[in-house]
């Protein structure tokens, strides 16, 4: 089985940055995609960035220019670099694999940009 760890949410002011890691442990093959969606109250969960089918990055409007997605191979680790952060922004992140046609998710990490 695959487990997902995320780290890195906290609390920031607006403007300020955070860097989000996510690991994946366990039995893994093959990771087909893997990113970072979030979830703020009272909204449907949405893309924020994933590394899709064939190696690239997708990224959510609202994050083009701000977020930056890379990956660690070795570590079988993603990273979410959040800059220029905003109220908006403020929601529960949560990492998602897709190993071998099954979608794993983390249990999230909280993200509270506020002044």
């Known amino acids: 089985q695959v487990q997902l760890v995320e780290s890195g949410g906290g609390l920031v002011q607006p403007g300020g940055s955070l860097n989000l890691s996510c690991a994946a442990s366990?039995?893994?093959?093959?990771?087909?995609?893997m990113g970072w969606y979030r979830q703020a109250p009272g909204k449907e969960r949405e893309l924020v960035a994933a590394?899709?089918?064939?190696?690239?990055?997708s990224y959510a409007d609202s994050a083009k220019g701000r977020f930056t997605l890379s990956r660690d191979n070795a570590k079988n680790t993603v990273y979410l670099q959040m800059n220029s952060l905003e109220p908006e922004d403020t929601a529960v992140y949560y990492c998602?694999?897709?190993?071998?046609?099954?979608?794993?998710w983390g249990q999230g990490t909280q993200v509270t940009v506020s002044s």
């Open positions: 998602r694999a897709v190993v071998r046609h099954y979608i794993y």
């Open positions: 366990g039995i893994i093959f093959t990771i087909d995609t």
């Open positions: 590394i899709v089918t064939g190696g690239r990055t």
